[in-house]
């Protein structure tokens, strides 16, 4: 990671300008000089500076995800497209039996019944604590106190008080869900498996997409400004990150997606600028990138109105100006610039 680092900055600082290339030393500590002052020069300054990247991104609610009946039966009711269910709300009916949605990581895969021990039985518990049942312990064990909290909430549902939880009358996600598409219609005969519904999360988000190169942009809970296609600048931040991979008959391309969270907006599916900030450097002295020097030595330089060369440590490269720091700098100083 540290080489793609190395190999960023290089082509960073190489897209911004040309780095001139002096052959000069002086002694010791002592700043070289040329025969000449330079013909045109720069102002050395004191600013914030940020490594900024604008990108085209699409409005919507992140990926999709399937949703599937676990029981075999027919369809009988489905949400409305555009909807949003959630905790202890119906998903849909298979033969008039609602699956229920409830919050957590780990998805529901086996039946969940008195004795039965689990991550999953805790999400149940904590789902109808949450949903106003009381006289249970919130554990990872099915006890007989959670049977009888289920019978209650079964019965507040309508359906049979057996106690238990069966596979498939449940569907455990991480918050409320959007509903995007039904894959299916009241009436369809199901299988196991079969799709009935493609869901989204219910917050806005911004999807971009990157080259790799740009990877250092992908940084959870990074800054990002959004501007709407009515030109209103609206604030956000980056909430995902991942690597994908695409292939196609030209080749295998690998690009950086983001989304970015910017809360309720009154548009779906617009192409929005995205302005994302992966570094900012405040109050630091910058020079712009044409006035370095490569010194024969090693490292880089500038050459003040005076015709001395000082070195400098470089920082962050960033719209044509790099930060800088070296023995005398000051803001306001004069440095020369190639004709």
Not at 24 to 51: C, F, H, I, S
Not at 119 to 130: I, K, P, T, W
Not at 294 to 321: C, K, M, Q, W
Request: proline share 5%; charged share 20%.
């Amino acid at each position: 990671m540290t080489g793609r680092i190395a190999a960023g900055l290089l082509i960073l600082a190489a897209g911004c300008a040309t780095i001139a290339v002096i052959v000069l030393g002086g002694r010791g500590d002592e700043p070289a000089t040329r025969d000449a002052a330079p013909a045109a020069v720069a102002e050395v300054t004191k600013q914030d500076l940020a490594d900024t990247t604008t990108a085209t991104g699409i409005v919507g609610y992140g990926r999709e995800r399937p949703l599937a009946a676990a029981a075999p039966g027919t369809v009988t009711a489905l949400p409305a497209v555009g909807s949003t269910v959630r905790r202890g709300g119906v998903l849909f009916k298979v033969d008039q039996v609602p699956t229920v949605l409830l919050y957590g990581k780990v998805p529901a895969y086996r039946t969940l019944r008195s004795g039965v021990r689990g991550a999953d039985v805790r999400q149940l518990a904590e789902n109808l604590r949450e949903l106003g049942y009381r006289g249970f312990t919130v554990d990872d064990v099915f006890s007989k106190e959670i049977a009888q909290a289920v019978r209650k909430w079964q019965k507040d549902l309508g359906v049979k008080q057996t106690g238990m939880v069966e596979f498939g009358r449940v569907v455990f996600q991480p918050d409320a869900i959007r509903v995007n598409d039904q894959t299916s219609g009241p009436g369809t005969l199901v299988r196991p498996g079969s799709p009935l519904l493609t869901v989204t999360g219910t917050e806005h988000l911004v999807t971009v997409r990157l080259d790799e190169t740009e990877y250092r942009l992908a940084k959870i809970g990074a800054t990002a400004t959004v501007k709407t296609p009515a030109g209103e600048p609206v604030q956000g931040k980056v909430a995902t990150a991942q690597f994908v991979v695409n292939s196609d008959q030209g080749g295998t391309t690998t690009k950086v997606e983001l989304t970015v969270a910017i809360g309720a907006v009154g548009y779906d599916r617009a192409a929005v600028d995205v302005t994302l900030v992966s570094e900012v450097r405040e109050g630091v002295l910058t020079v712009p990138v044409a006035a370095l020097l490569a010194l024969s030595e090693g490292g880089y330089g500038v050459e003040l109105a005076d015709g001395r060369i000082v070195p400098v440590r470089t920082g962050l490269f960033a719209g044509g100006r790099v930060e800088v720091s070296g023995q005398g700098l000051t803001a306001g100083l004069k440095v020369g610039m190639p004709t």
